[in-house]
């Protein structure tokens, strides 16, 4: 099948997001993890390329995206999604500006849009200035970030230093007006030279707006909530055909696995729900594992009855993760659980997992690189922006849910188990 869009995200767990949001629709949607090494085949109707360039150097990220967008071109796709975070994460040089100038030259396109609104977060644009709930993003969590501290809240001045043609904004009062008046005024700026336009947006009726005034446009830039009205107006303009393939529901057999590294405070609620359910539980201990190794936990997996769906957690209270980042150093204690739930994930698969239910961004990064996943079909929504996925490792079918940190209910790994029932 054609792809009708394709979809370049800067990070990860904002791929899944994209994906499970454009999936929502009923279309069939791949993700891939980094530009494929083959040329495209079997490929979705929407097909979604996660790369990791949020922070890397400007010409890396650059080169990365032009890479990703020629796969995507093969695949056949002709409209294109420069997908990044809610909260513009971006540093003074990039990569969200460089990213888009370079994509568009390549696309010889004019003019794109920037919409990081996602309003159901919380996330908003007015007058070109950034919200997060009801605080201005410079003065948000965000100020604090890490690795990409946002001081300042309007679009505008973030880009303008990113980018060498011309920014402006189309304000919520044109958008309020319509798509049709949107587009006039796309045009406007267009004719005025504007390669670079800011969207407000403050609701999902905006969102709306905006993508039928822009999605025909070769390149929109934004949030993953702008790209949730385009696969009914792709559909409208007759670009899916009616017969386009759906979502997946492979046949797989009852062996599950539940595999939680994420030390959130809802993934640690949501392991002690499980483990009130009564379900076989094995703790990994950063310490024992760094003396002894995984093999104490890889033995205790394989011995499980997998239609049990055993969980395998390092989840642990704040007051015990720093314990073992005190004595490991934080990277070490990270790297250890990682391996550690990445051996019990072969392991399980090797004694006839086929469903993997798995807590933690960075923990999923390591499971799936071990499964020898790279690509992934995405299935139904269990929790808002945590779809199932399916996969083939290593020649045999697998589903996989990865969940990222705060999501989902307390509840989640009985809902994610009652959703993909064997
Ligand atoms: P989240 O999505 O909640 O951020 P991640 O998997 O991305 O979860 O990050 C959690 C990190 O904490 C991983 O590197 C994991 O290996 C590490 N970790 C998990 N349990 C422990 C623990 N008990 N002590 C120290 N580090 C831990």
Redesign the pocket.
């Known amino acids: 099948m054609t792809t009708v869009l394709g979809c370049i995200a800067d990070d990860f767990?904002g791929a899944t997001d994209l994906a499970g949001l454009l999936a929502r629709s009923g279309v069939k949607v791949s993700l891939r993890m980094g530009v494929p090494d083959e040329t495209p085949s079997e490929t979705a109707p929407f097909e979604v390329i996660a790369l990791k360039i949020r922070t890397v150097p400007v010409d890396q990220a650059v080169a990365q995206a032009l890479n990703a967008l020629e796969w995507l071109q093969a695949a056949g796709a002709q409209r294109f999604f420069w997908k990044y975070c809610s909260t513009f994460d971006s540093t003074a040089d990039g990569n969200i500006g460089p990213v888009a100038e370079a994509l568009m030259d390549a696309l010889g396109s004019t003019q794109t849009i920037y919409c990081p609104a996602f309003p159901e977060n919380g996330r908003a644009i007015f007058m070109g200035n950034l919200f997060v709930g009801q605080q201005p993003l410079a003065e948000s969590p965000m100020k604090d970030h890490p690795l990409t501290p946002m001081r300042d809240s309007s679009l505008i001045r973030l880009l303008k230093p990113q980018v060498t043609h011309p920014v402006c904004l189309a304000d919520r009062l044109t958008v309020a007006k319509g798509a049709e008046a949107l587009r006039d005024h796309l045009s406007y700026l267009s004719s005025e030279g504007v390669a670079h336009v800011i969207v407000d947006a403050v609701a999902d009726e905006d969102l709306k707006t905006i993508a039928e005034a822009c999605h025909d446009m070769p390149l929109m830039t934004g949030g993953s909530a702008l790209a949730m009205p385009l696969p009914a107006l792709f559909a409208a303009d007759g670009l899916l055909a009616a017969d386009a393939p759906g979502m997946l529901h492979p046949d797989l057999g009852p062996g599950a696995v539940v595999l939680s590294?994420?030390?959130?405070a809802m993934?640690n609620q949501q392991v002690a729900s499980y483990l009130a359910t009564g379900a076989a539980a094995y703790r990994?201990?950063?310490l024992e594992l760094a003396e002894r190794g995984p093999d104490a936990a890889v033995a205790w997996i394989a011995a499980q009855d997998l239609t049990k769906t055993p969980l395998i957690y390092?989840?642990?209270d704040p007051a015990?993760?720093r314990a073992?980042?005190e004595r490991?150093g934080?990277e070490r204690?990270?790297?250890?659980?990682?391996d550690a739930?990445a051996a019990c994930a072969l392991a399980a698969r090797d004694a006839g997992a086929r469903r993997f239910v798995v807590?933690?961004?960075?923990?999923?990064g390591?499971v799936t690189q071990a499964l020898g996943v790279d690509r992934l079909d995405i299935g139904a929504e269990i929790a808002p922006g945590v779809p199932w996925c399916f996969a083939v490792s290593e020649g045999t079918p697998i589903a996989l849910t990865l969940?990222?940190?705060?999501f989902g209910a307390e509840t989640f790994f009985a809902d994610a188990l009652s959703k993909l029932t064997p």
């Open positions: 767990t590294g994420s030390c959130s993934t990994l201990d950063p390092a989840t642990a015990s993760v073992a980042q490991l934080v204690a990270g790297a250890i659980v990682e739930l807590a933690g961004g960075e923990t999923s390591a969940k990222s940190g705060n």
